[in-house]
Nanobody, 125 residues
Framework: QVQLVESGGGLVQTGGSLRLSCAASGRTFGNYGMGWFRQAPGKEREFVAR????????YYTDSVKGRFTISRDNAKNTVYLQMNSLKPEDTAVYYC??????????????????WGQGTQVTVSS
C-alpha cells in the first residue's frame, strides 16, 4: 500500500514562498515518477509539476515555470515543491502524486496515480 503524506502548506502573502514536502512509503521510491497537482475551489484538479524517477527530468505547467521547483531525495523517499513568487491564483489544495507505473513520465490527471491527502496553500493579496 503506497502512502503519501504532504506537509508545508499554509497562508502566505503575495510574493512569498512556501516549500511543500511529500513523504512516500510502501514501495521502492526511486523507480517511480512523482508529481504535484492542485485544485482550486470550483475548478478541476490540474497538473503543476512532475519529476522523473531519477530526478534528472522535470516538467512544469506554464503558469508556474520560473517560480516553482520540483525536486526529490530518493534516500529520504521524499519529493518537494519549492514555490516562490506566489500569486493569489496559486491558491489551491496541493496534492502529491506517485505514478503507479514504474519508469513512466506523465502529466495527466488520471487513475494512474496514487494521491496524498492534500495540503492547503492560500496566497493573500
Amino acid at each position: 500500500q503506497v502512502q503519501l503524506v504532504e506537509s508545508g502548506g499554509g497562508l502566505v502573502q503575495t510574493g512569498g514562498s512556501l516549500r511543500l514536502s511529500c513523504a512516500a512509503s510502501g514501495r521502492t521510491f526511486g523507480n517511480y515518477g512523482m508529481g504535484w497537482f492542485r485544485q482550486a475551489p470550483g475548478k478541476e484538479r490540474e497538473f503543476v509539476a512532475r519529476i522523473s524517477w531519477s530526478g534528472s527530468s522535470t516538467y512544469y505547467t506554464d503558469s508556474v515555470k520560473g517560480r516553482f521547483t520540483i525536486s526529490r531525495d530518493n534516500a529520504k523517499n521524499t519529493v518537494y515543491l519549492q514555490m516562490n513568487s506566489l500569486k493569489p491564483e496559486d491558491t489551491a489544495v496541493y496534492y502529491c502524486a506517485a505514478d503507479k507505473t514504474p519508469y513512466r513520465l506523465s502529466t495527466a490527471v488520471s487513475s494512474n496515480w496514487y494521491w496524498g491527502q492534500g495540503t492547503q496553500v492560500t496566497v493573500s493579496s
